[in-house]
């Protein structure tokens, strides 16, 4: 076992360089989250209320997603991405070589992975909206944007909570697998900090204490914010 | 779109899919046998306490630094080189196949968890007034009850683990993914590589999920409203 020394945030210590690398894993997991969200809102309204070809789209969105690897997509992203803003690029006359951030990447790709699984915890939350609460927005004169704001949307959430707490979990982990595009967030920091000190297994102990210590932080989060919108519900127990 | 180079690249990541499907296969088995005994050990507080930490430990971090964990991290003990075990760790194989088991042991450990939490109490007293032993109760009223509650949720979790596979790659073991990449970096056609991997992994996620929902149909056809054969 290597010296603890290392985690520490003196001048040999590579605290601070993990401390940031920390915030990298949670920006881009916010980020991705944001974009799993729209996408997700997006596609469930697809499958709810869409016409046919858009319900179709929907749905093949979320089969193809939910049955090819994290790590594929996050590849695609990042060398298709490259090869087609070399393309875009070309095309426009600029000289190479073309880079795509892997923030970007990465941030697109777990979005897209999660807007699936998204997409389902929405809609099963649309659907236990209860419909005399929709019909009676309706009947008072709401139109379709103020009804999603005002009446539908408020209840879904409620019941949507638990679920997108999860969700939030899995884009936290899904987020070191950014790592193979060189963004330095906390799984690629610890690869290097292992790499250089040869202290393999303390910093990669290191590493997984700083995704528990996100998921635990996070998860107290949405418990709260559970209770919160359970405010005023009968039979809440709280 | 160039016909030929497609089809040759399905060929060439199709030899990888027995150690994809060894992998997966394998790591589910295990996993399988060390949820049950995680659930097992929930019956007393220290039991608990350890099956309640080791979920929480492996729940709460990514697989892949797991997988690096355990293939880099494991070499830094002494005890661990000179050990019986070392020609194993050694092994990239081992060393992914351990990862994989120990991370969806936690996951289907709380999957099972739930499916046993919606055994009817009735079922089990009922088993245990027919004069059953403990091991009998478990073998034939708990397990059957519980995996059957446990079956949707669990049939996401194969496929996961299908998913999961692929980040074996990134401990040098060809499997699909690990050709794929091998084979982007020498032609650097990504998209097409990268699409031909993913049909595959989609073909064979599809499959699990007609098996599942037609074994969950014909163990309860009363739920899908047929009547019971």
């Known amino acids: 076992m290597g010296d603890i020394g290392l985690l520490g945030f003196g001048p040999d210590g590579w605290g601070l360089v993990l401390f940031r690398a920390g915030l990298m894993t949670l920006a881009v997991s916010v980020a991705a989250f944001l974009c799993g969200l729209v996408l997700g809102t997006l596609v469930a309204w697809a499958r709810v209320g869409g016409n046919r070809v858009m319900r179709a789209l929907a749905e093949a969105y979320t089969v193809v997603l939910r049955g090819v690897p994290d790590i594929l997509v996050i590849y695609l992203f990042y060398f298709g991405g490259r090869q087609v803003v070399a393309a875009i690029g070309t095309a426009l006359g600029f000289a190479g070589p073309f880079d795509i951030s892997g923030f970007v990447a990465g941030m697109l790709a777990i979005g897209l992975i999660s807007g699936a699984s998204q997409s389902e915890v929405l809609r099963g939350a649309y659907q236990a909206v209860p419909r005399g609460t929709i019909e009676a927005g309706r009947v008072v004169g709401m139109g379709r944007f103020t009804l999603f704001r005002r009446v539908?949307?408020?209840?879904?959430?409620?019941?949507?909570?638990?679920?997108?707490?999860?969700q939030w979990q899995s884009v936290i982990k899904e987020s070191a697998l950014v790592s193979v595009t060189g963004l330095v967030e906390t799984m690629r920091q610890v690869s290097v900090a292992a790499g250089t000190t040869q202290e393999h297994f303390l910093f990669y102990a290191a590493g997984a204490v700083i995704y528990l210590i996100i998921t635990t932080l996070s998860d107290q989060v949405f418990r709260l914010a559970e209770r919160r919108s359970l405010r005023g519900h009968q039979g809440a127990g709280y | 779109m160039d016909l030929t180079f497609i089809s040759g690249m399905f060929q060439k990541i199709l030899t990888g899919l027995p150690l994809t499907l060894n992998?997966?296969?394998?790591?589910?088995?295990?996993?399988?046998?060390?949820?049950?005994?995680?659930?097992?050990?929930?019956?007393?507080?220290?039991?608990?306490?350890?099956?309640?930490?080791?979920?929480?430990?492996?729940?709460?971090t990514p697989l892949l630094i797991q997988i690096f964990m355990i293939y880099y991290g494991l070499a830094g003990f002494g005890f661990i080189r000179q050990s019986f075990l070392w020609p194993f760790l050694r092994d990239p194989y081992w060393c992914g196949l351990l990862a994989l088991i120990l991370n969806d042991a936690a996951y289907?450990?709380?999957?099972?968890?739930?499916?046993?939490?919606?055994?009817?109490?009735?079922?089990?007293?009922?088993?245990?007034?027919?004069?059953?032993?403990?091991?009998?109760?478990?073998?034939?009223?708990?397990?059957?009850?519980?995996?059957?509650?446990?079956?949707?949720?669990?049939?996401?979790?194969?496929?996961?683990?299908?998913?999961a596979t692929a980040l074996v790659s990134t401990i040098t073991l060809m499997d699909m993914t690990g050709i794929a990449r091998a084979a982007i970096s020498e032609t650097?056609?990504?998209?097409?590589?990268?699409?031909?991997?993913?049909?595959?992994?989609?073909?064979?996620?599809?499959?699990?999920?007609?098996?599942?929902?037609?074994?969950?149909?014909?163990?309860?056809?009363?739920?899908?409203?047929?009547?019971t054969p």
């Open chain 1, 152 to 166: 539908i949307a408020p209840q879904a959430m409620v019941t949507a909570l638990p679920a997108m707490g999860n």
């Open chain 2, 188 to 227: 650097w056609r990504a998209v097409e590589i990268l699409l031909c991997a993913a049909v595959i992994y989609l073909v064979i996620s599809m499959l699990v999920t007609r098996a599942s929902a037609w074994l969950e149909q014909r163990l309860s056809p009363w739920q899908f409203g047929r009547t």
């Open chain 2, 23 to 60: 992998l997966w296969l394998l790591s589910l088995a295990g996993g399988a046998c060390l949820a049950l005994t995680l659930n097992l050990m929930r019956q007393n507080r220290i039991g608990n306490a350890i099956a309640a930490t080791y979920v929480f430990v492996f729940r709460g």
């Open chain 2, 108 to 163: 289907s450990s709380e999957i099972l968890r739930g499916g046993l939490r919606a055994v009817p109490k009735g079922a089990v007293e009922a088993g245990r007034v027919s004069g059953m032993g403990r091991a009998t109760i478990l073998r034939r009223i708990t397990l059957p009850i519980a995996t059957r509650q446990a079956l949707p949720a669990y049939s996401n979790e194969v496929i996961s683990m299908l998913k």
